[in-house]
């Protein structure tokens, strides 16, 4: 169950440490961060603090997310920012982005992240993505997931974009959690955000 937005020491500095980590990605080359979260109310508070970053260096931000976290964020959200603050946010249903009839197809679901940042193309403010990756009780979808993440790196680094990619513990396998390090320079848990060492650039 999420639990309500508070202001403890370990957010305080996850807070902070993340604020700062993006703002370099930003005069940088962006940054595609693999998230794999275990404490809900941790990964509520992060998904607040980069929405709140990128909305406040003018950028928008597509939040691709769960139907049953979907209400805790965007009350905590209308906490923080403005009525035209929030313009600046796209909320997405995760299962509507990523799967299409119960299966996910790497193709389509491909086509539906350029058509989102295609209008931001070489555009300054630009957008940000936060997306919370599922795919239902199929553990076999897992390998596509993956394979998309290798394609979506590419097109992070091409465009700069700072794009959080997030994953429950608990439903990824030690095999899978190894490919997607892999293919995201920067991997973030509930109270650290640091370089992958794993990652190795496709192209």
Same mark, same amino acid.
């Given at each position: 169950m *999420? @639990?309500? *937005?508070c202001i403890t020491r370990s957010f305080s500095y996850m807070h902070k440490f993340i604020s700062a980590s993006v703002k370099r990605m930003?005069?940088?080359d962006g940054g595609h961060i693999f998230y794999k979260f275990n404490d809900s109310e941790a990964y509520l508070? !992060?998904? +607040? #603090?980069?929405?709140?970053?990128?909305? !406040? &260096?003018?950028d928008d931000v597509a939040v691709i997310e769960s139907e049953r976290i979907m209400p805790a964020l965007?009350?905590? %959200?209308?906490? +923080?920012? #403005? =009525?035209?603050?929030?313009?600046?946010?796209?909320?997405? !249903? !995760?299962f509507q982005f990523y799967l299409f009839n119960g299966n996910f197809h790497i193709h389509k679901v491909q086509n539906y992240f350029?058509?989102?940042?295609?209008?931001?193309?070489?555009?300054?403010p630009g957008i940000r #993505?936060? &997306?919370h +990756?599922?795919?239902?009780?199929?553990?076999?979808?897992?390998?596509? +997931?993956?394979? *998309?993440?290798e394609i979506a790196d590419e097109m992070v680094s091409e465009n700069k974009l700072i794009s959080v990619c997030a994953y429950s513990a608990d439903r990824i396998c =030690?095999?899978?959690?190894? @490919? %997607?390090?892999?293919?995201?320079?920067f991997l973030m848990t509930d109270n650290n955000l640091v370089p992958c060492e794993r990652y190795k650039k496709l192209s």
């Open positions: *999420f @639990r309500s *937005f930003r005069e940088g508070n !992060n998904a +607040v #603090t980069f929405i709140l970053e990128g909305v !406040n &260096a003018g965007q009350s905590k %959200l209308n906490e +923080v920012l #403005t =009525e035209k603050q929030q313009k600046k946010i796209h909320y997405m !249903n !995760n350029s058509r989102l940042i295609e209008p931001y193309e070489g555009e300054i #993505t936060w &997306a +990756v599922e795919w239902g009780e199929d553990s076999e979808l897992q390998d596509e +997931v993956a394979k *998309f993440e =030690e095999k899978i959690e190894d @490919r %997607l390090q892999r293919c995201h320079p």
